[in-house]
Structure formats: C-alpha cells, structure tokens
C-alpha cells in the first residue's frame, strides 16, 4: 500500500505546542500497539489524542487522527467502525474547506475501500484525491494515486481502465521534475495488457519495466517482471525468448536458494528445451531433474522425468536406452497405479520397437496398450493409443486390422471432441483403403 504523506502542520498556530506533542506522542504509541495485534488498546490512545486536537481547536489535526482512527480500526478487522470515523473526518475537513485534509482523507479511505472489496466506492473516493492534487500540481501524489487506480481497476477485472490510470502515470511522471520510479506501473501496465490478451503491448510494457529492475539490481522485482514475460513469450509461441527468460528464472531461483521454484522453473526450462528440439541440453537438464526427484521426490515427477528422458534418448536414436527407461518407467506407473501413464508407456515401447524392427514386439505392446486404455475408458488415450495400433498393423501388411483401429480412433477422437484430431484419422483409414491391394 502506498502511505500518503499526512497533513501539513501550521507550527506558527501552535503545532509543537505541549499538548500536541502529547498528541503526537499518544499516536505513536497507538500505531505501536496496532503493530503488536492490540487494536483495541491502539484506538483507546488515538481517541486521547483526538480529544487532545478537539480540546485545542485544531479541526484539520483531528481529521487527520480520525484518519488513522480508521485506517487502524480497518485493518483490524473492524471496518465498520473504521468507516464510521472516516465519515467523521471527512466531515471536518469539508467544515474546514481544506482541500489537502480531503484528498488525504479521501485517499486513505479509498484503499480501504478497495481492500474491502469495494473496489467502486475506493475508486470514487481515489478519483476525488487525484482532483485535488492535480489542482495542486502535485505530480508526485497524482501518480501515486493513479498508480493506485490502476490495481483498484484491475482488483475489479476492468483491464481497460486499468491500462488508462497506468498509462496517465507513466506520462505524469515522464513530467516530474523529481525522477519517480515507475516499476510497478510498469509492470501493473504489462499484467493488465497481458490478461487483456494483448500479449505484444504488454511485453512493450514489460522490458522498460525489467530494465528498471535490473539498474536497481533487485531480483525479487526481476524475478517478477520474467514471470510476466514468460506469459506473454509463451502465448505469442517465442519459444527462443521464453528459453531466455526462463534460464535466466532458474538462475534467480538458485541464487536465492528457493529450491522449490528452482525446481518448477527447470521443468519449464525442460519444456522449452523439447519445443526447440535441443535434445542435447534438455538431457541434461532431465538427468539433473530425475537425479533429484529420485533423492527428494515428490515419486510423481520421478516418472515424469523418466518418460522424458525416454523421449530424447529415442529422438536422438539411442533405442537400447529408451527401451531401458521405458520399461522401468512402466514398473513405476503399474507400482504407482497409474492407470493412465501405464497404456501410454506401453504405446512407446510398441513405437520403440516399430522403429528398432521388431514388429511383433511392437504388435504386442501397441496392442496391449489398446486394451489398458480401453479399461480406462478415456476417448483421448484411447484415440491415441489406437492410431500407433494401426500404423503397426499397417507396417505388418495388414490393411483391415490397420483400417478397423485408425477408425477406431476417429471415433474415440470425436467422443473426446478433438475434432481436428478426428479428420486426421479418417485420413488415415482413407490412406490405408488406398495402400490396400484390390479384392481378388
């Protein structure tokens, strides 16, 4: 949350006179109290401060503890009574006609609103703020509190005017006489654009924000930026700089010893790897992965990295070595009960075997996996597992048993709804009618 500066204090009426230090000294020891989860205590002294002001006639002084009155009786969970008081300083402050009083009221009561969930009231009063320190030329508070309008849009899933308030702050503060940090906007701008499915503008937004970071030398903030970006690369397929930017998550994960994020961002790194086909590297990402899965788990992700690892030593050719990984992956899944990984390792190995020559191996296992997936009875795997069914039969000369399976699967296929899919296997049965010698 972005604290407002409080009102300015007039010393020439008195301002450092004894009982408003007191005053001052009773708020203190209030937000203290507040700190330490004793609301009640925190309020008990603010309402002598407040007395204090009131007894002093200072009317702008006791709006502003009302303030805090309700900020503290707001975040701790009593908002009502919270709101109660920022009714009763908006009601001096408008007695006092005190233009800066309002917007620091108005401001404060405005986040309240908004982390209550009143996301339209805190809008109204933000906007009514952002008035009068525009009528200030307060470039500084009006880019904070668009800054703020930006989150409360957003809170409120209205992406548009999130991008209008961030938009308007970055321009105000490229007019600041001061620089003003605009990282959050920055990245706020590029979040909103992102979920707006604007995946290009946000990224425009996105790399000023990430150089910032870094000028900085803030990780957490980068670290930040890059997960947004990885977003955005990836709903734009720019696979090269998701690469990037996902190596470059993994080396913040580690430097900051977060293992558990470490560990999510090299599987997204082993992803990547395999979208691009650099086998080579995302081997070695995979041996890392699998070695560490084996000595923390979870178990899961132990069958995961092996069916990957399977996976890159069969597109790279070493079959000896994928038939080794996919036969102790298939113990795992039937040790595990994994009833949907077991048909599709058994339609690898059947692949596997295709390709090494052993057609009857591979007969064997397709048509097992066949079986296990119609157990299942899920359309997709079964689809799946039915098409590398009838490749094999095809590769074996039988045309029938390769028909009777590719329609199968456009079957399964279309009781899954992958309709594209479906067309794909008419067309093979099509291909196979038309490979197939005429009737004697």
């Known amino acids: 949350m972005v604290k407002n500066q409080p009102v300015e204090r007039d010393d020439s009426e008195g301002a450092t006179s004894l009982p408003l230090q007191q005053a001052e000294a009773l708020a ?72 800066r009083l309002l917007e620091e009221v108005r401001s404060r009561r405005g986040l309240v609103f908004v982390e209550l969930g009143r996301v339209k009231e805190g809008l109204d009063d933000l906007a009514a703020a952002l008035e009068h320190a525009e009528d200030r030329d307060d470039v500084g508070q009006a880019f904070r509190l668009l800054s703020l309008m930006g989150d ?28 003003i940090n605009t990282f959050a906007v920055r990245l706020g701008l590029g979040q909103a654009r992102l979920a707006a499915g604007k995946p290009t503008e946000a990224i425009d937004a996105l790399l000023p924000a990430l150089e910032l970071a870094k000028e900085d030398g803030d ?35 580690e430097s900051h010893r977060d293992h558990r994020e470490a560990i999510a961002q090299r599987e997204n790194l082993i992803t990547v790897l395999l979208s691009l086909d650099l086998l080579d590297e995302a081997l070695v990402e995979i041996e890392r992965a699998l070695a560490y899965a084996r000595r923390r788990g979870p178990r899961e992700r132990v069958l995961v990295h092996l069916l990957n690892k399977g996976r890159v030593n069969y597109e790279l050719g070493s079959y000896a070595i994928a038939e080794d990984i996919y036969k102790e992956a298939l113990e795992l899944a039937e040790a595990q009960e994994n009833r949907r990984a077991v048909p599709t390792i058994l339609g690898r190995l059947g692949a596997l075997y295709a390709e090494m020559g052993d057609l009857e191996a591979s007969l064997r296992y397709a048509e097992l996996a ?27 000369g039988e045309n029938d048993k390769a028909r009777n399976a590719a329609a199968r699967a456009k079957q399964a296929y279309e009781a899954a709804g992958e309709l594209t899919l479906a067309a794909r296997a008419t067309a093979l049965v099509d291909e196979i009618g038309a490979a197939a010698p005429p009737p004697s």
């Open 219 to 253: 990780e957490i903030e980068e670290h930040r930026v890059l997960t947004t970006l990885s977003e955005a690369y990836f709903e734009l397929d720019q696979r090269e700089a998701l690469l990037e930017t996902t190596r470059r998550l993994v080396v913040l994960a």
């Open 28 to 99: 203190g020891q209030a937000a203290e109290l507040a700190k330490g989860g004793n609301v009640q205590a925190g309020a008990g002294l603010l309402d002598q401060a407040i007395d204090v002001v009131a007894s002093q006639n200072r009317i702008d002084l006791h709006a502003f503890f009302l303030t805090r009155k309700g900020n503290l009786l707001a975040q701790g969970d009593r908002p009502d009574e919270g709101l109660r008081a920022f009714e009763e300083a908006l009601a001096l402050a408008r007695k006092a006609d005190h233009p």
């Open 370 to 396: 066949v079986t296990k997936a119609v157990e299942l009875e899920d359309p997709a795997i079964l689809a799946e597992q039915s098409i590398l069914l009838a490749m094999t039969h095809q590769d074996l």
């Open 152 to 179: 409360a849009h957003r809170m409120a899933g209205d992406e548009a005017q999130s991008e209008v308030s961030y938009e308007r702050a970055i321009a105000l503060a490229e007019t600041a006489d001061e620089p």
